[in-house]
């Protein structure tokens, strides 16, 4: 799996776009990149552009660890938003992938889109 990360200056958020064939180490060497990018705060918003991203090899195990993340990095990802773009048509695969096991129960916001100019539009709005 690839991964690039970006800071979006005009829109105040972190861009994360992401390739190739998902497994759960480079997964977890992405997340730790992004707290650990200079302009990452605690709380930030992220857009994950994950378009590119194969998920056909997921494996239960590979979710759990990655929970596992979400758990012990709750107060450094913080209640932010992160916008997930997974392109058209991918949505519901995306959802009933993160519905197996337990579910991700942090503070951070997260939204599922096909369009990436809604996923923009979406962090950008004051709540």
Do not use: P
Request: contains cysteine; charged residues 30%; aromatic residues 8%.
């Amino acid at each position: 799996m690839d991964y690039e990360i970006s800071f979006v200056e005009s829109g105040s958020f972190h861009l994360v776009k992401t390739g190739g064939e998902m497994n759960c180490e480079d997964f977890l060497r992405m997340g730790a990149d992004l707290l650990r990018h200079e302009k990452f705060q605690a709380g930030g918003n992220v857009v994950f552009d994950h378009r590119r991203l194969d998920l056909s090899a997921v494996r239960q195990d590979t979710l759990d660890e990655i929970r596992g993340f979400h758990r012990e990095n709750e107060e450094a990802i913080g209640a932010g938003k992160s916008a997930i773009v997974v392109g058209s048509g991918r949505v519901d695969a995306w959802n009933g992938l993160w519905r197996m096991g337990r579910k991700i129960v942090t503070s951070n916001r997260v939204e599922v889109f096909e369009d990436m100019d809604c996923a923009v539009k979406w962090i950008n709005q004051s709540e």
